[in-house]
Nanobody
Framework: VQLQASGGGLVQPGGSLRLSCLAS?????????MGWFRQAPGKEREFVAA???????FYADSVKGRFTISRDNAKNTVSLQMSSLNPEDTAVYYC???????????????WGQGTQVTVSS
């Protein structure tokens, strides 16, 4: 699976931003769970959100209620709508996929390139 993320940028505290990830590959994409991770400067990469093919979602406590992950299976895309952003959300965000649910929330096999999100006034 190849993943290409986009949509990062600079946003003020309290603002919103939407990330997108386009998935492609030879295998049926419905075999794969999709997710987002992030890595802030000087910190380890951390899980943000994941979604099943049917649309069931799971979030890290730090983003619950502020971020929404969604998936368009017809377009092979997964999105992350982020709202009420604060400086602590500043990080490089990575799209990821894996055929196993346990892996998509911990150590997925497939990664996209990162996209920078900076929350600052």
């Amino acid at each position: 699976v190849q993943l290409q993320a986009s949509g990062g940028g600079l946003v003020q505290p309290g603002g919103s931003l939407r990330l997108s990830c386009l998935a492609s590959g030879r295998e049926p994409l419905h075999w794969y769970y999709m997710g987002w991770f992030r890595q802030a400067p000087g910190k380890e990469r951390e899980f943000v959100a994941a979604i099943t093919f049917s649309g069931n979602t799971f979030y890290a406590d730090s983003v619950k209620g502020r971020f929404t992950i969604s998936r368009d299976n017809a377009k092979n895309t997964v999105s992350l709508q982020m709202s009420s952003l604060n400086p602590e959300d500043t990080a490089v965000y990575y799209c990821a996929s894996d055929p196993a649910w346990r892996q998509i929330t911990t150590t997925p096999d497939f990664w996209g390139q990162g996209t920078q999100v900076t929350v600052s006034s």
